[in-house]
T-cell receptor, first 114, second 113 residues
Framework: GNSVTQMEGPVTLSEEAFLTINCTYT??????LFWYVQYPGEGLQLLLK?????DKGSNKGFEATYRKETTSFHLEKGSVQVSDSAVYFC?????????????FGSGTQLTVLP | DTEVTQTPKHLVMGMTNKKSLKCEQH?????MYWYKQKAKKPPELMFV???????INESVPSRFSPECPNSSLLNLHLHALQPEDSALYLC????????????FGPGTRLLVL
């Protein structure tokens, strides 16, 4: 079956620090990969996505590259802000068949201090 | 427009009450989803509707009853819930094919007393 393993949190950084949140996956095929962000008291928002190997997703200064050889999709940001404090979920979705499930990682709580 | 709306935002109910959660999208998506999320955990899939028909039920207790009256609306009817059902209930929608983005609503925070 599919699975997503995500870096354990919580992660606490100072403003303008570099962020990496590790994500690796196991999948039977060639999944689409996503990072979702959940701000306190809100639903999940799509942060970025990649649909095939070597694709780089990017949004709001965040980036992640789909690495098939290492089955990874690590999230990075060069300079975090206080407003980036949230929970980040890595997820995958199969790209064939009738399955519509998202498989989520456990989530990583990020706190950015001023 | 990538908005999914959910009402109510908060709901408190007793174990003998009947209530409903509502979800709406106008993106023309033909797949809609209900998730349950407990604090500090990822969302857990409950139901998937495809073209207004229930396609996946992840062994959810019958006290949760989904309904998809049309392609834009998704309801979750609640009856005789237990305190452990207290959670954030998230609705999502997507195009009806594999591997696509699911767009989430803001959720309904449910407290069962």
């Amino acid at each position: 079956g599919n699975s997503v393993t995500q870096m354990e949190g919580p992660v606490t950084l100072s403003e303008e620090a570099f962020l990496t949140i590790n994500c690796t996956y196991t999948a039977t095929g060639y999944p689409s990969l996503f990072w979702y962000v959940q701000y306190p008291g809100e639903g999940l928002q799509l942060l970025l996505k990649a649909t095939k190997a070597d694709d780089k997703g990017s949004n709001k200064g965040f980036e992640a590259t789909y690495r098939k050889e290492t089955t990874s999709f690590h999230l990075e940001k060069g300079s975090v802000q206080v407003s980036d404090s949230a929970v980040y979920f890595c997820a995958l979705s199969e790209t064939s068949g009738s399955a519509r499930q998202l498989t989520f990682g456990s989530g990583t709580q990020l706190t950015v201090l001023p | 427009d990538t908005e999914v709306t959910q009402t109510p935002k908060h709901l408190v109910m007793g174990m003998t009450n009947k209530k409903s959660l509502k979800c709406e999208q106008h993106m023309g998506h033909r797949a809609m989803y209900w998730y349950k999320q407990k604090a500090k955990k990822p969302p857990e899939l409950m139901f998937v509707y495809s073209y207004e028909k229930l396609s996946i039920n992840e062994s959810v207790p019958s006290r949760f009853s989904p309904e998809c009256p049309n392609s834009s609306l998704l309801n979750l009817h609640l009856h005789a819930l237990q305190p452990e059902d207290s959670a954030l209930y998230l609705c999502a929608s997507s195009q009806e094919r594999a591997g696509v983005v699911q767009y989430f609503g803001p959720g309904t925070r449910l407290l069962v007393l």
